[in-house]
């Protein structure tokens, strides 16, 4: 396949799955060889082992870069510190997309990120919200599960200090019943006083606005 048709196709994709040529390919290996080719001279990224990314000059839509964190595994959703960025609940860039995931975690270094996954069990995989953009889908926790999924998989005892630390910020975003009814699924002493600790921290943040 030539490059110039190989794109028609490929520049409509936000990510490039190998096995959607395969079909119709007068082999394999011709088709191995190509993208191997292709990569080499720096027209794909690769993301993983048979996905890839346009370079940026050929692509024809912009990347939704969580896109890409909720494709190279799934099912997964973006947790963490990343999805406490995205909320704006800290007041740093993350560059690293922290995932959590009912398959085996793992974590794939890219030229266009870094994307790390926790392995979850099933019966703690929920509590995320869809997000589109660009006609790419992808999934994001919500702050209060975020919160839970960082102190749980990070095993964090939470003291008011610690939130401090985080500077834990635009804690309205937090709702307290959500969060206290999700720590109850998790059946975790440290996750129930992490709930008391975070409605201190929120009493306390909230009185400190009042006097600025």
Known sequence: MKWEDFIKIAGKLPIVNKKLFLPGASSVNAVEVQFSRWQKTGKLIQLKRGMYL??????????????????LISPS??????????????????????????????????????????????????????????????FIASPEKALLDFF??????????????????????????????????????????AVRMIEKYIVRYKKDEKTL
């Open 77 to 138: 959703y973006i947790s963490l510190e990343k999805a406490l960025e995205y909320h704006d609940l800290i007041p740093e860039g993350v560059s690293v997309y922290t995932s959590v995931t009912t398959k085996r975690q793992g974590k794939f270094i890219t030229k266009v990120g870094v994307y790390d996954y926790r392995h979850i069990k099933s019966s703690l995989f929920w509590g995320y919200k869809t997000v589109c953009m660009n006609k790419q889908t992808a």
């Open 152 to 193: 749980y998989l990070k095993k964090i005892r939470v003291t008011l200090d610690y939130l401090n630390e985080m500077r834990l910020q635009n804690v309205e975003k937090i709702d307290l019943d959500i969060l206290a009814q999700y720590a109850k699924r998790y059946d975790k002493k440290s996750l129930f006083d």
């Open 54 to 71: 346009l370079a940026e000059p050929y692509r024809k839509i912009d990347l939704f870069e969580p896109y890409v964190a909720s494709a």
